[in-house]
């Protein structure tokens, strides 16, 4: 009997909730409730849905209602909030909230987007999370009504307390056990839909592909780039998924952002997240292009960088996200680099490229559209943006790369090479007990290998120098 989609699809929901009970969610419910037109990720969404869902996927949609209303507010209530406020009742909300040091008296301004007001924040919570300090954060934020000292009868809003959005508590050994209870494909369908996508829309192949934004996530120092016409959701997993990255967009970037603020004393972005993503690239603008793309380039090799007399390291993965034209399904131009910043295109710029270990051929993907978005059981985007982040201390899945591969040639091919098929390894049979080799050649190596050649084309053709072929990995 040849089974339905309908079929194979219930009885992987079936698979899922019973080998994920305590972790799983249905994708479909958030837009149920009406939680569809709010601006929250995922991994926020996800852990609220789950919490007032019952055994069978039922959803508590007045429960949910009335969180959102006690804890999410919108601008619409913000005149009522405040009066709460200012009568003395302090404010607890779930908001993403950040901090910016004012440039002339040194007060911490608190930004509360969901009341669309500024107030100020206590010293000590952010010595405590000092990521507030590089942008939005999710948290709960008590809020409450303080007097400004010296100034008779005015009054300010002050940040008392603050937790960082906790994510789901996870054990490693169970996910990594229950890998065995499905095969191959129907593991790249979870991936897919954890994801936030609907298997359907993808073939095997763009899976593997939107599978490598994952990389950076889940294996440390893994610098990605990938190109695409607007549309196919580059960003998406980077802003929804998990907390461990940091996603930028637009704007001026600076040396102190990136790596370390010399007024402040602070590590920049690169030292407190595990990937940093530069999206629309061709918006943003390096405020001095030589100095960042210097210190860049140290990073990128070693994990290293200096600014003036600190020294820092980090492990965070590098991804730069752009839009290119697109005709006839393919690159308009044969210089991929043709529309973005001078720093990543010319001659000049290979020394940079080098550095990077993939270039995703983001135009073969399709654009996302409201059949691209999953609507059946998946894991909790929460609680797998934890387990990426467990899975990346992992050193048994290099050594199994390092000991099935075997390279001859470029240093710098060899180890993109190996990361890539490790972070792949990771993703597909992170329990490692019974990979099978052909599996791990096709699904892990070989598309590692085709994306390490995507950049080494690129680097030939903005300079002859270079070869356009990597080194001979293969299988041993």
């Not at 039922?58 to 009522?80: A, C, H, M, T, W």
């Not at 405040?82 to 950040?98: A, C, H």
């Not at 008392?160 to 050994?173: D, G, H, R, V």
């Not at 939107?210 to 950076?216: A, V």
Request: with cysteine; glycine share 6%.
């Amino acid at each position: 009997m040849t089974l339905t989609f309908e079929k194979i699809q219930e009885d992987i929901d079936l698979k899922i909730s019973r080998s994920f009970p305590d972790v799983c969610v249905h994708k479909g419910l958030a837009a149920s409730v009406g939680l569809s037109g709010r601006v929250i990720p995922a991994f926020v969404t996800d852990w609220l849905v789950s919490r007032y869902s019952d055994s069978r996927g039922r959803v508590n949609s007045e429960g949910i209602r009335k969180f959102i209303s006690k804890y999410l507010p919108d601008k619409k209530q913000k005149e009522s909030l405040m009066y709460e406020i200012r009568n003395g009742n302090p404010l607890k909300i779930l908001d993403s909230f950040s901090v910016k040091v004012h440039p002339k008296t040194g007060d911490l301004q608190l930004r509360i987007p969901s009341l669309d007001v500024t107030g100020r924040a206590l010293d000590s919570i952010v010595d405590a999370n000092p990521s507030l300090l590089m942008g939005n954060v999710w948290g709960s934020g008590t809020l409450s009504w303080h007097p400004l000292q010296d100034k008779k009868d005015q009054y300010e809003i002050v940040m008392t307390a603050f937790n960082p959005m906790q994510a789901a508590s996870i054990e490693l050994e169970y996910y990594l056990s229950q890998r065995k209870e499905f095969n191959l494909e129907e593991w790249l369908v979870l991936l897919t839909r954890t994801m936030g996508y609907n298997e359907k829309s993808y073939s095997t192949r763009q899976k593997l592909l939107i599978f490598t934004r994952l990389i950076p996530l889940i294996e440390p120092r893994v610098n990605i780039i990938e190109l695409a016409p607007k549309g196919t959701g580059k960003s998406f997993i980077y802003s929804q998924l998990s907390r461990h990255a940091w996603l930028i967009s637009g704007g001026v970037v600076t040396r102190a952002q990136l790596f370390y603020d010399m007024n402040s004393k602070q590590a920049g972005i690169i030292s407190h997240f595990n990937a940093v993503i530069l999206d629309e690239i061709q918006t943003i603008k390096l405020s001095n292009e030589g100095e960042i793309v210097g210190a860049l380039k140290g990073y990128l090799e070693s994990g290293e960088y200096r600014v003036m007399g600190f020294h820092g390291s980090s492990d965070a993965g590098f991804v730069i996200l752009g839009n290119i034209p697109i005709i006839d399904g393919l690159p308009r131009d044969e210089n991929y680099f043709s529309e973005l910043p001078r720093w990543l295109n010319g001659q000049e710029a290979t020394a940079l490229l080098d550095r990077f270990h993939a270039l995703v051929p983001g135009w073969e993907l399709p654009r996302i559209q409201s059949s691209s978005l999953c609507q059946s059981f998946a894991l909790r985007a929460d609680y797998f943006g934890e387990v990426l982040y467990a899975l990346r201390s992992s050193q048994e899945h290099m050594a199994f790369v390092k000991d099935h591969i075997e390279s001859f040639g470029d240093l710098r091919d060899t180890r993109a090479v190996q990361r890539l098929a490790c972070g792949y390894l990771k993703l597909l049979f992170p329990n490692l007990d019974s990979v099978d080799l052909e599996e791990f050649n096709e699904f892990c190596l070989q598309p590692a290998i085709a994306l390490r050649s995507n950049i080494r084309r690129q680097m030939a053709y903005l300079d002859p120098e270079f070869s356009p072929n990597i080194a001979e990995i293969r299988l041993c």
